[in-house]
């Protein structure tokens, strides 16, 4: 949001402008303010035909640039400097009583409303929030693949406010440095000198927005380096406002509608499936630079006029306030009253709207405008300092009031398995003694989850902790063993015995990767090597892919695939281990089991038999529907209000499918289901052990707690002898 009045920010200008105003006061730079506001809202309300309503923070961040450059320039050019206190004590004036309350009253209610794990998540926001860092903890969450399930924060929308805050700290130092550069020995105090300078940053920030938008869409979205061409272009159309002044009204009348024309085509035309910023990011910046720039002098039939009538600069004039309060009186709402239709949802936009002007006249008014604060830059950066201190301290003080989930029923028996020391005779002649180890440690795994089963309370002694549950993840994760979306190179990652003759691959996505707990110690006791090759959202199957995440195909994928095959093909080792998710959808290519995929699964298993090596196909482990910790953590009496059944958790039709078309391919087939569900429901909690750490990966404890009967099976593939 702009943290400034909307004058006319230019050295000396005098006269009357659009609005009458001798201050240089800009009402329709007001009404583009509520143009933006109403754009947002109305989005995140679900509006039909805003599908790209989140255009309305482009507007804002154009906007801020050319106020707070025109700020700064006006100084500079009079005084040769900045006073950077007189300028940062204003900014804490304008934007931080209001942030502030907003962010401390939504702490205490995501505390009082949010389940435990969720509000703990959101509090860790408020924090980043209230030192403007919003943006970068949106940025590391968005490019966690295994964060990718989080529920929307309700501190969400304070990134843009982050964005805002460090361009504000870095650029009026860079003008005094132009400036005293530029000017030394009594130079004229030229406008070039810093116009070059942002028009540099600005083309350089550009070319970022372009290439994080396909290569790193957080990175894209979220930060200052992709973001600070927006506030550029801003500054650029500030510092050149002599040469619209110029501009003719045949002119500059058209382009000012065709401006306002981009923003709205931005805010209907684009959707959350475009990618942006980007390209698609200079519809509504372009449109903002035109309307901002063409108004400088009021012209007949220009768009200033529409802009700068009653209705919209009143709700300009709360945009700041509304924007701060909608997003999270829409995220909480539900939470309070049910699901919201869209007339729940527009209720609660026009609630955040009172609570706006209640803020606006209350709050921001009297501490913005106090005598004794505009009159003193020394007590409005203590104020600031203040209330920074207060909004970190403040969501501190709440998080350490919501406590972490600990299950209330009695402590479970571990979960172990006893692996024997000879193996189990068989039951007949003809039975292989690795068939009937399988079977012993298969059973074993039956009945602690048939025990489990029913399960009302979650155990006291329930591992991981729920609150740790999404750190319990595998090493390969962080050692750069499993591939995030861009890497392709696939490094050699071994573990077990080095240079061991017997040697085992774990191929595919991330449910290959969540098995290294449980084959790695069976490969160091078994004398094996074990090596992994795994990437994110990635089947090793020949299937055209698209990344939802990247929203365009997903080339990388590819590449990976084709070098791990071609690695199998070069040196194929005694077994191939193939395991991947079946939660792809149709926003990937394709959908599990239906004939393409089968065809992929029946090719794969072809061509790695045809190198020697023998492949074994693990089946899906249970989709648990649930955010497994947080479900929990919200019913630690009553698991069973989380547990799915198997007809649920399961597709056995798909599972059957699939062994039927590897086994005809040559390959084995390990159907898993028995070692997660009983025959009525696949327990999330199996004797102390927690199956899963988020909505369908399983905790490096419970697939270590499965290492023997997983490695009995891997062994059973294994060449004889």
């Known amino acids: 949001m702009p943290g400034a009045s909307p004058r006319l920010p230019a050295p000396g200008a005098g006269g009357r402008h659009a609005s009458g105003d001798r201050r240089g006061f800009r009402p329709d730079v007001e009404g583009l303010r509520a143009v933006a506001v109403l754009a947002v809202v109305l989005f995140h309300a679900g509006v039909p035909g805003l599908t790209g309503g989140y255009v309305g923070v482009d507007v804002f961040l154009v906007l801020s640039g050319f106020l707070i450059t025109g700020l700064l320039w006006r100084e ?65 969450r968005g490019t966690d693949y295994l964060a990718a399930d989080t529920a929307p924060s309700p501190f969400q929308h304070f990134w843009s406010l982050g964005v805002e805050e460090q361009f504000y700290l870095l650029w009026p130092a860079l003008m005094i440095g ?27 920030s550009f ?15 979220f930060s200052l380096p992709s973001r600070a061409w927006e506030l550029g272009l801003g500054g650029l159309v500030a510092l050149g406002l002599p040469l619209w002044r110029r501009l003719p009204a045949a002119l500059a009348v058209p382009a000012g509608w065709a401006g306002l024309g981009m923003v709205v085509a931005g805010a209907t035309l684009l959707d959350e499936g475009t990618p942006f910023p980007g390209t698609a990011a200079l519809l509504p910046v372009v449109g903002t630079a035109l309307v901002v720039c063409t108004g400088v002098r009021p012209r007949r039939g220009g768009v200033g006029g529409l802009l700068s009538i009653g209705l919209l600069r009143g709700i300009g004039r709360w945009s700041y306030s509304w924007y701060l309060w909608h997003w999270p009186v829409l995220v909480l709402a539900p939470y309070l009253v049910g699901d919201l239709g869209l007339g729940g949802r527009l209720a609660a936009a026009a609630l955040a709207l009172l609570l706006a002007g209640a803020t606006l006249h209350l709050l921001e008014n009297r501490v913005r405008f106090a ?41 479970a028996e571990a979960a172990t398995l006893e692996v024997p020391a000879q193996p189990p005779a068989p039951v007949a002649a003809a039975v292989d003694p690795r068939d009937a180890l399988v079977a012993d440690l298969t059973a074993q795994v039956q009945a602690a989850v048939a025990g489990s089963a029913g399960l009302a ?26 591939l995030t979306w861009l890497a392709v190179e696939q490094p050699t990652c071994e573990y077990g015995v080095p240079g061991a ?47 939802p995440y990247l929203d365009r195909v997903y080339t990388e994928c590819g590449e990976w695939r084709e070098q791990v095959v071609a690695d199998l093909r070069a040196a194929p080792p005694s077994l191939v281990v193939l395991a991947t998710t079946r939660r792809y959808g149709a926003d990937f290519g394709f959908l599990p089991y239906d004939p393409v995929w089968l065809d992929a699964l029946g090719r794969m298993v072809t061509d790695l038999r045809s190198t020697g090596a023998a492949v074994l196909v693990l089946s899906p482990v249970p989709d648990p529907h649930a955010v497994v910790p947080s479900c929990l953590a919200e019913h630690l009496d009553d698991a069973g209000a989380c547990t799915p059944d198997r007809a649920t958790g399961v597709d056995e039709a798909g599972v059957a ?40 990966h399983l905790t490096a404890g419970y697939a270590a707690f499965l290492g023997p009967v997983m490695g009995a099976l891997v062994a059973r593939e294994l060449p004889a002898g």
């Open 76 to 140: 500079l050019a009079a005084t040769g400097t900045v006073r950077l206190g007189r300028f940062f004590g204003a900014r804490a004036r304008r934007l931080l009583p209001a942030g502030i309350t907003v962010l401390l009253t939504t702490a205490v209610a995501a505390a009082w409303l949010l389940p435990p794990l969720q509000a703990r998540t959101a509090l860790g926001d408020a924090v980043a929030a209230a030192v403007y860092g919003a943006n970068y903890a949106l940025v590391i």
């Open 371 to 411: 005598r004794s604060l505009r009159d003193s830059a020394r007590r409005s950066l203590l104020l600031g300092g203040g209330l920074t201190a207060a909004g970190v301290a403040g969501a501190l003080v709440v998080t350490a009031l919501v406590p972490a989930p600990i299950g209330e029923g009695a402590a």
């Open 457 to 482: 309370a979650v155990p006291s002694n329930l591992t991981p902790p729920l609150a740790e549950a999404r750190a319990d993840v595998p090493a390969v994760f962080n050692n750069g063993c499993f």
């Open 207 to 221: 070319a970022v927005s372009l290439a994080w938008t396909s290569s790193s869409p957080p990175w894209a979205y």
């Open 657 to 696: 499918a699939e062994a039927q078309v590897v086994q005809a391919a040559g390959g084995s087939y390990a159907d898993l289901t028995d070692l997660f569900c009983s025959t009525a429901e696949c327990p999330l909690v199996v004797g102390d052990q927690l199956v899963f750490r988020d909505d369908n």
């Open 178 to 204: 132009v400036g005293w550069l530029a000017w030394r020995g009594g130079r004229r105090r030229s406008v070039v000198p810093p116009a070059a300078v942002l028009a540099a940053l600005t083309a350089a």
């Open 501 to 547: 003759p017997v040697s085992v691959t774990l191929a595919g996505d991330s449910h290959a990767a969540q098995w290294v707990p449980a084959l790695e110690p069976v490969a160091e006791q078994q004398g094996w090597r074990l090596r992994v090759a795994s990437k994110v959202t990635c089947p090793l199957l020949d299937l055209p892919i698209t990344s």
